[in-house]
Nanobody
């Protein structure tokens, strides 16, 4: 089982980045996928999640309207388009897979509900 996150980098405030999470070793289209992030000295926090069909998605309030999660099941890949980036978006971003598909953002907020995790990709937003 592998989740490979990539696409991080250094960007200026107001800029954009697109993260990708490529999955292998499990039935990707049976899993909801979430993105989390962890800034230095802070706890890991939920960013966004998407149901296995791609028809339902959830966002943390801090990124809603700026970030968009999507998936391509044919490519076993989930994307996180990040626009209007702010310095407070600086963090290591992780993707994770959850077998459960619930209509509950509170469920997907909980990192413990995810079965598989990727290794993370660093996003740095300069002011």
């Amino acid at each position: 089982v592998q989740l490979q996150a990539c696409g991080g980098g250094l960007v200026q405030t107001g800029g954009s980045l697109r993260l990708s999470c490529a999955a292998s070793g499990f039935s990707f289209d049976d899993y909801a996928i979430g993105w989390f992030r962890q800034a230095p000295g802070k706890e890991r926090e939920f960013v966004a999640a998407i149901h296995r069909s791609g028809g339902v998605s959830y966002y943390a309030g801090s990124v809603k309207g700026r970030f968009t999660i999507s998936r391509d099941n044919a490519k076993n890949t989930v994307y996180l388009q990040m626009n209007s980036l702010k310095p407070e978006d600086t963090a290591v971003y992780y993707c994770a897979a959850s077998i459960q598909q619930l209509y509950s953002i509170s469920y997907y907020y909980q990192s413990i509900k995810y079965d598989y995790w990727g290794q993370g990709t660093l996003v740095t937003v300069s002011s």
